[in-house]
């Protein structure tokens, strides 16, 4: 399983940008896909997930209203749409894909995932 995330970079406060994730060698046709960031001396958090065969969601507190995570089955790729981004929002932001099970848990730091992108960096300037 390779997952190879995009659409990182600065924006000031405010912006936007669109996270994607590209998902390619899982055969399983149910899945857990989330987004995760992890800011310097943080540990990583659980932003957004999403089971990809109930179309269910989770989002920690701090992104509701203004993150939003999406799947295009076509290609398939796995997108992290974030509006009105706060410098807090800056982080390095990881992809990362599990069994349907790990959609039924807090995402926490993202143990009950199997598989992770190498990262992409997102910085939102005051």
């Known amino acids: 399983v390779q997952l190879v995330e995009s659409g990182g970079g600065s924006v000031q406060a405010g912006g936007s940008l669109r996270l994607s994730c590209a998902v390619s060698?899982?055969?399983?046709?149910?899945?857990?896909m989330g987004w995760f960031r992890q800011a310097p001396g943080k540990e990583r958090e659980g932003v957004a997930i999403?089971?990809?065969?109930?179309?269910?969601?989770y989002y920690v507190e701090s992104v509701k209203g203004r993150f939003t995570i999406s799947q295009d089955n076509a290609k398939p790729t796995v997108y992290l749409q974030m509006n009105s981004l706060e410098p807090e929002d800056t982080a390095l932001y990881y992809c990362?894909?599990?069994?349907?099970?790990?959609?039924?848990?807090?995402?926490?730091?993202?143990?009950?995932?199997?598989?992770w992108g190498q990262g992409t960096q997102v910085t939102v300037s005051s």
């Open positions: 060698g899982y055969t399983s046709g149910s899945r857990c």
């Open positions: 999403f089971n990809t065969s109930r179309g269910s969601t």
């Open positions: 990362a894909a599990g069994s349907r099970q790990a959609c039924t848990v807090v995402p926490g730091s993202g143990s009950s995932f199997d598989y």
